[in-house]
């Protein structure tokens, strides 16, 4: 009896080569069944920008890139970027803090954007925390913050606490009040003399002098006292007879003063000399004159104390002056209206 032959497992290479294939299949399919949903599950990654030029101690980059990675449960900031998150931080009209988050695409379209509004009370810090924080819950699609947000271990730069005002200084001197002008000197008193022509008291024009006086009794009127005389003059009122006449005459009355322009009215009395000189006997006679008299005046001051005075006084006689020789008719008199234009240089004291 044979003893059986035990057979060995012969292998074939043809079909080790097709197991081998489609083993290599299944893997490939495995792959790509496995590799859309591993895409799908994976969230986009960001690029940070941030801008606060009108806040510079805001404007800290490295610092939003380091709280918005501390709050973010995912690596969303690690290359490389699909989408850009650019941040803005500016100071509202109550003197808040106004943040602008925009997420955008690369190809700068908007795809969502956030309006926050912090209180002036806060520091940049905290704004740039609150302005990560609410990025993060975008960019996770979380629907509210966690129970317990994790706060940042240590901030930069913590918040400036409030100076207090300093302390309130003396109040400010008043200025030196500057010294104030000497009042002027009230003169009261004057005294003035100059010359004069004469028109009326005499047959003829004749010059003269004059001085007066007065007494400022308030600031615009004066009391004044004027005496005059004129020069001797040689004229023949009687004819072929020649006569030496002279007058002199005095004045006193009240004087309003407005500046330099001035009214006068007063009293006028006086007296007129005549004698005859071609004669063999002279005949001396003196006449008076008494009347009322109306002022101007212009004057102009020359210094503290000195004014010039330019005059005109006009008087109607009431009783006037005649002359006649020996028993004969009265051949002159005093013209009824008179007239002085003079000028003089007054001493305030």
Request: proline content about 12%.
């Amino acid at each position: 009896m044979h003893p059986e032959k035990i057979r060995e497992p012969v292998f074939h290479p043809t079909k080790r080569r097709a197991n081998l294939g489609l083993a290599v299949l299944l893997l490939m399919l495995a792959m790509l069944a496995v590799t859309p949903a591993a895409a799908e599950a994976e969230s986009p990654h960001y690029r940070v920008e941030l801008s606060a030029k009108e806040l510079p101690a805001c404007d800290r980059l490295q610092d939003f890139e380091g709280l918005l990675d501390l709050v973010l449960a995912e690596p969303l900031l690690d290359p490389p970027a699909s989408r850009v998150l650019s941040t803005r931080i500016v100071r509202t009209s109550t003197g808040g803090y106004g943040v602008d988050l925009v997420f955008k695409d690369l190809d700068d379209q908007v795809l969502d954007t956030i309006h926050r509004e912090y209180p002036a009370a806060m520091c940049c810090h905290e704004v740039l925390y609150k302005a990560a924080l609410a990025a993060a819950l975008w960019m996770e699609k979380r629907e509210a913050p966690p129970e317990e947000l994790p706060a940042p271990a240590k901030a930069p730069e913590p918040c400036p606490s409030p100076k207090p005002p300093p302390p309130a200084g003396p109040p400010p001197s008043a200025p030196p009040t500057p010294p104030s002008p000497p009042l002027p000197v009230e003169r009261r008193w004057f005294l003035g003399t100059g010359g004069l022509f004469a028109i009326g008291i005499a047959p003829e024009v004749v010059g003269g002098a004059h001085i007066g006086g007065g007494y400022r009794v308030a600031k615009r009127w004066t009391i004044e006292a004027n005496a005059r005389a004129t020069f001797p003059l040689l004229t023949r009122p009687l004819g072929m007879t020649l006569v030496r006449m002279h007058t002199a005459s005095t004045s006193l009355g009240p004087c309003y003063l407005r500046e330099s322009f001035g009214v006068c009215g007063g009293v006028v009395a006086g007296a007129t000399w005549a004698e005859t000189v071609n004669r063999t006997y002279p005949n001396p006679s003196r006449s008076h004159f008494v009347g009322l008299a109306i002022r101007g005046l212009l004057e102009h001051p020359i210094g503290d104390r000195l004014k010039v005075r330019m005059d005109v006084e006009i008087a109607g006689n009431l009783f006037r002056s005649r002359f006649k020789a020996e028993e004969q008719p009265t051949r002159w008199r005093t013209e009824p209206v008179t007239a002085n234009f003079g000028a003089s240089l007054l001493y305030w004291f």
